[in-house]
C-alpha cells in the first residue's frame, strides 16, 4: 500500500458522506461545523466559496475545492449572496436559528432541483435549464494525529482547476450518487477517493501549493520505496542497511538521501510514524499500553513508554485516558534535528539500529 492510500485508509472514521445541491440562482449555504475535510466540485454553473476568515474564491464548471477549514465555511451563487441556510449538527437551520422547513429530495442523496429534475434524477443542466449550478459535495470524518499528517497536505482552501481527469472522475461519481442500489454506499466511498487522490496529486504539482517534505520524497523512486515499506510494516525491525538493500543502494548514499529529501534520517521518521500509530491505537481505548507497543514495533513497554513521552510529553497511560489537564501537543522534538534517540531506542527493545 503506498503511503498516500494508507494515510487515507486509517485516518477515516467511516465512509465519507456524498451529496448533490441543483440550485438557481440566488442560492447560498453555510456549512458551520464542516468535518475535517470536504471536497466540493462545480458540475455545472459557478459559484463562490469563502471559509471562515477568508476571501471569497470564484468556482467555474469542473474546479474542485478541498476545504480544510475548521471554522466553517459558505458556498454561494456570488460572493454578495448571504445564506439562505446554516448547517449545523447535520441538521438545516434558517438563518435567525430556526429550523428550516423540510422537503423531499427530489433524487437520492440530492438537494434543491424541485420541477427541474427529470423522474430518473437526471442533472439539471442535462435538461437544459439555464442558470442552474450543479454541485457535488463529500464530507470526510477523519479522526487522530493521521488524519493531521493527511490534512497537512493542504491549506484551508485549496482549488482545483478543471481537467480532463477529474470531470471523468466527477461525471461519474455525480451519476451515481443519484442511485439508490444495492452496495451505493461502497461505491461512492471508491468514487470519492478516486476524485480526492487525483485532486491531491493535482493541487500538490501547482506553484502556490507547499506539500510537506515526504510527499516530495515520493517521487523518489527509491526514497518513496523506503517510505512505502516503512508505511506497510512499521513494527518490523528496520535498519538503515536493510532499507538501503531493499531499494538497491549503499548504506551512506540511502542515509543521505532519505535525510536530504524527507527532512530526518530514517529511522526518525520511522519512530515519528510509529508514535504517531501509538497515538490514534490509544485513543482508541481498546488496547493495552503492552498491546500498542508491540504494534509498533516495541517488544518493551518500557522503552516504548519513554519514547512516546519524549515525542508526546505525556505518558501512554495520560493519553489513552487524558485528564483535565491533559492536552494535545505536537512531537517536542524539530524534525530535521539530532535524534540519538532512534538508536537509543533500538538498545531499549524497539529494533535494531545502526
Not at 477515516?12 to 456549512?31: E, K, S
Not at 443542466?125 to 493542504?154: C, F, K, N, S
Not at 489513552?320 to 538508536?343: F, S
Request: glycine fraction near 10%.
Amino acid at each position: 500500500m503506498d503511503v498516500l492510500t494508507d494515510l487515507l485508509h486509517r485516518a477515516r472514521a467511516q465512509n465519507a458522506l456524498v451529496r448533490r445541491l441543483i440550485r438557481r440562482p440566488p442560492w447560498g449555504v453555510t456549512y458551520a461545523d464542516a468535518p475535517p475535510l470536504t471536497v466540493a466540485a462545480t458540475l455545472g454553473g459557478h459559484a463562490a466559496i469563502r471559509v471562515a476568515g477568508g476571501a471569497p474564491t470564484r468556482l467555474a464548471a469542473g474546479d474542485i475545492a478541498l476545504i480544510t477549514a475548521p471554522g466553517g465555511y459558505t458556498i454561494a451563487d456570488d460572493p454578495a449572496t448571504s445564506p439562505e441556510f446554516v448547517i449545523r449538527d447535520g441538521r438545516k437551520h434558517l438563518p435567525t436559528g430556526a429550523p428550516a422547513p423540510v422537503r423531499p429530495m427530489p433524487a437520492p442523496r440530492t438537494y434543491g432541483g424541485g420541477a427541474g429534475m427529470s423522474p430518473n434524477g437526471a442533472d439539471v443542466e442535462e435538461i437544459g435549464m439555464p442558470g442552474v449550478t450543479v454541485m457535488l459535495r463529500g464530507a470526510y470524518e477523519l479522526h487522530g494525529d493521521v488524519a493531521a499528517r493527511l490534512l497537512g497536505l493542504l491549506p484551508p482552501l485549496a482549488v482545483v482547476p478543471a481537467g480532463p481527469r477529474t470531470r471523468t472522475a466527477l461525471d461519474l461519481l455525480s451519476a451515481e450518487a443519484a442511485r439508490d442500489e444495492p452496495g451505493q454506499d461502497a461505491i461512492l466511498a471508491r468514487l470519492l477517493d478516486l476524485v480526492l487522490v487525483i485532486a491531491l496529486r493535482a493541487w500538490c504539482t501547482r506553484p502556490e501549493a507547499t506539500p510537506p517534505a515526504w510527499y516530495r520524497a515520493l517521487g523518489d523512486p527509491a526514497i518513496g520505496e523506503a517510505l512505502r515499506l516503512l508505511h506497510e510494516d512499521p513494527a518490523h525491525r528496520w535498519t538503515v542497511a536493510a532499507l538501503a538493500a531493499k531499494v538497491g543502494m549503499s548504506r551512506a548514499a540511502f542515509a543521505r538521501r532519505f535525510a536530504d529529501l524527507v527532512g530526518r534520517p530514517p529511522l526518525g521518521y520511522l519512530t515519528d510514524w510509529r508514535m504517531t500509530l501509538a497515538a490514534d491505537l490509544l485513543r482508541d481505548g481498546r488496547h493495552s499500553v503492552a498491546a500498542v507497543a508491540r504494534r509498533v514495533g516495541y517488544q518493551d513497554p518500557f522503552a516504548f513508554s519513554v519514547a512516546f513521552r519524549r515525542a508526546r510529553g505525556h505518558t501512554p497511560s495520560a493519553w489513552r485516558d487524558p485528564g483535565p489537564d491533559t492536552r494535545r501537543g505536537p512531537a517536542l522534538e524539530t524534525p530535521g534535528g539530532p535524534e540519538p534517540e532512534a538508536a537509543q531506542d533500538a538498545v531499549r527493545g524497539h529494533g535494531r539500529g545502526e
